[in-house]
């Protein structure tokens, strides 16, 4: 049977094979014409298939965002290689950053500043910064506001590769 040529395990293979019994039973075989609808059915499966889960994710972090190209006037790159890239951040009072993600980070604030962050999909807390104090943290994906009466003003420094997006 030309369904069992089929690849099974994904809803778009099982949903073609299914199409194929039918024509079988009828007695039509899936030849170059049926076999380039099939290939059309299939790429329109998998594409919807593709949008669904998009659409199932929402606006968490599957679509979260580089910082630097959510909001280019609070980031400005200082250094970029390969292995790292440093930029400076500027937040004022009252002034919002969108939901972006990061690698594993090392901060070093600039201000006294005072911060509302919200990780995806938690609820806010309240965050404080230090003027020459230096924090880490691993991957994450959050967006925050500026709570204080004061800019926050720091220098971040991203870590690249391969490692980048495990907690250590």
Known sequence: MAAEALDSGSAASEWLMWAVRIRERRGQEPG???????????????????????????????????????APDKCKVLFENDVVRVYEFTLKPGEKMP?????????????????????????????????????????????????????THLIITEIKGPHSMTQK
């Open 32 to 70: 170059p014409k049926g076999e380039r609808k099939m290939k059309n059915v299939s790429r329109f499966a998998v594409g919807l298939t593709f949008v669904g889960a998009l659409v199932a994710a929402g606006p968490g972090p599957v679509l979260a965002q580089d910082p630097v190209k959510v």
């Open 99 to 151: 939901m972006h993600s990061h690698p594993q980070t090392s901060i070093y604030s600039l201000t006294d500043s005072k911060l509302s962050i919200t990780v995806a999909g938690g609820k806010p807390e309240a965050a404080e910064f230090k003027a020459g104090q230096a924090y880490y943290h691993g991957p994450v994906t959050h967006g925050g506001v500026n709570t204080g009466t004061t800019d």
